[in-house]
């Protein structure tokens, strides 16, 4: 384990440093960012390479998902050493190089961290195992059972029963993911200061923050709790958690540094308390807006949904508290697919939608050059655990192979995880060998070179709105007020201040549709700043069609 920290100067901690109110964030998904080693496996000398890249982009920070040592149960996120670097990633000497480098550039990194559960293969489970009395037993949740009857009929996320029974000791053991992600016993002291532990050693080397997994899962019910109508209750948000939270919390703040916690079940009417001035993190990733609703079987997410809910967000975090915003990431199909038509139009618009609201944006990679999603003919093409099995128990159902390949794969998260597409040539540029994961049969023409060929590609769309975002206070600060609520497909909002008022004005789909702004609108005094199409004056009533954004602006007084 290198000692070298980075010496980098913290700013003080003071109430005004929320540098990441003003930020855009970058998500990267190091398996299939950049491969700069030609072993078909994307790491960190190639995100390196892509530093200018994601500069010209206009982006301020990254989240790296985890490149941390791992069995790969679930590609990084069963973690067997929290401080070595996956030998498929590089070295902890590379990392170094990558953080001085990304900060030269005034990029910040924040990392991922996993602190539910570990490996299967970490030593303290290896050692846990062991016997009843081993000094390691209550790292982890063990019970009485035997192989026909485990401790309670609770269900994991990734299907079949928490507990996996393990016969050296004759217990079952708890994991809310895979039985290869065995679930950390935050109650236990010791195990929480080993996290703390490490937690400050990532910090001590100069990491600007955390985007913290599966932070909501912590705490866990009495086993005999019984499920009623949310299977995950027992283990969603449950009470006594908040002291847990606060530990973190106290420490992050001594650091001075950015989190950003994923937070599965947590409602918008907990949303200030999760992330206002008392808040636990300084923003959270909710999932109330990108859960499927709608048809099983169907790829469309609906845009009534969609927008009902991240109003809802917007509204509860108004005055306290601060939102994550983001279409995209490494367990979500793309959003182009999912909420458009696979179009650069629908792209851009999504892009509109999303970078103007209140919060801080999430660019997932690829997103940027409206990477779509992948056409799965087979199962054989996937490689998410999750969504394998979830095939095998629609088999096991009787639901015919076409058709629970089909259901299946809709929202995979394979979609997201194919290779960057940087250029068109084989591989798309990702790699010069067959890459771990299929790249996207349309590299040839979805791709980063394209973006220069072409000055309205989806890629400059993001870089004005960023640009955009960032010169203007009424973007970052302004009060966020939904327009058209009932509309099924038009999402438009305001963002106003006392000087001046935003107006954002999107057709998420390419019919013809018509709105009426009330006659009490002085529509003269609106002046169009950027479009995804040619501009348009706003009129009392207007008609839109074919994915158009929109965005105005009035002076006030
Ligand atoms: C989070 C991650 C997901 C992972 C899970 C278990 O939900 O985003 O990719 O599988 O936690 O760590
Ligand atoms: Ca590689």
Redesign the pocket.
């Known amino acids: 384990m290198p000692n070298t920290a980075i010496d980098i100067k913290r700013q003080p901690l003071t109430e005004k440093n929320t540098w990441w109110k003003n930020a855009v964030g970058y998500q990267i998904y190091p398996r299939s960012f950049k491969d700069s080693n030609h072993d078909g496996i994307g790491d960190l000398n190639g995100i390196r390479q892509k530093l200018p890249y994601l500069k010209e982009l206009g982006i301020d920070f990254l989240w790296i998902?985890p490149i941390y040592a791992s069995p790969n149960a679930?590609?990084g996120?069963?973690i067997s050493d929290y401080q070595a670097i996956h030998e498929d990633f590089g070295t902890m000497d590379d990392f170094q190089s990558l953080l001085q480098e990304a900060h030269a550039l005034n990029l910040k990194i924040i990392m991922d961290l996993?602190v539910?559960?570990t490996s299967d293969q970490h030593p303290w489970f290896l050692e846990s195992r062991k016997s009843l009395d081993n000094p390691y037993r209550d790292y982890y949740h063990w019970a009485d059972a035997t192989p026909e009857q485990l401790p309670n009929d609770w269900q994991s996320?990734f299907g079949g029963s928490t507990w996996t029974y393990d016969e050296p000791t004759k217990q079952a053991y708890f994991h809310v993911?895979a039985k290869e992600?065995p679930d950390l016993n935050w109650t236990n002291p010791k195990v929480r200061h080993e996290i703390y532990q490490m937690i400050r050693w990532w910090l001590e080397l100069g990491i600007d923050g955390f985007r913290i997994?599966?932070i909501s899962h912590i705490q866990k019910e009495p086993w005999d709790f019984k499920i009623t109508d949310n299977p995950w209750a027992p283990f969603m948000n449950v009470t006594g958690i908040e002291s847990y939270l606060a530990e973190l919390k106290a420490i992050f703040n001594e650091y001075n540094v950015m989190t950003v916690g994923?937070a599965?079940g947590v409602p918008h009417s907990e949303a200030s308390a999760w992330t206002g001035d008392h808040g636990y993190f300084n923003m959270i990733f909710e999932l109330e807006h990108c859960q499927r609703v709608g048809e099983q079987g169907s790829q469309k997410g609906s845009i009534h949904h969609l927008k009902h809910s991240l109003n809802q967000w917007q509204t509860s975090l108004a005055t306290d508290g601060w939102n994550a915003l983001y279409l995209e990431?490494?367990?979500t199909p793309r959003s182009v697919s999912v909420y458009g038509d696979h179009s650069p139009e629908a792209a851009k618009a999504l892009a509109t939608v999303l970078l103007l609201m209140k919060g801080t944006p999430f660019i997932y990679q690829g997103q940027e050059l409206g990477m779509t999603n992948y056409p799965f003919n087979s199962i054989k093409e996937l490689d998410a655990a999750?969504t394998i099995h979830f095939y095998q128990t629609l088999l096991a159902e009787g639901t015919p192979a076409k058709e629970a390949l089909t259901i299946a794969v809709n929202w995979s998260?394979d979609h997201s995880r194919t290779p960057f597409q940087w250029d068109d040539s084989p591989f798309g540029g990702f790699s010069t060998v067959t890459p771990w994961l299929n790249v996207n049969k349309n590299y040839q023409t979805i791709n980063a070179v394209q973006k220069d060929q072409d000055k309205n590609s989806i890629f400059h769309h993001y870089q004005r709105l960023i640009r955009l975002r960032k010169e203007t206070d009424a973007l970052i600060h302004g009060e966020f007020t939904l327009l058209f609520p009932d509309h099924p497909t038009v999402f438009s909002y305001t963002r106003t201040t006392e000087t001046e008022s935003w107006l954002i004005l999107v057709q998420l789909d390419r019919e013809l549709t018509a709105i009426t702004f009330p006659d009490s609108w002085e529509l003269s005094d609106w002046e169009e700043v950027l479009a995804n199409t040619a501009c348009k004056a706003l009129q009392h009533e207007m008609m839109l069609s074919d994915y158009e954004a929109h965005v105005y602006r009035k002076v006030l007084n």
């Open positions: 998902n679930d590609n996120y069963d996993v539910n559960h996320f993911f992600q997994d599966a994923e599965s990431n490494h367990d999750d998260r």
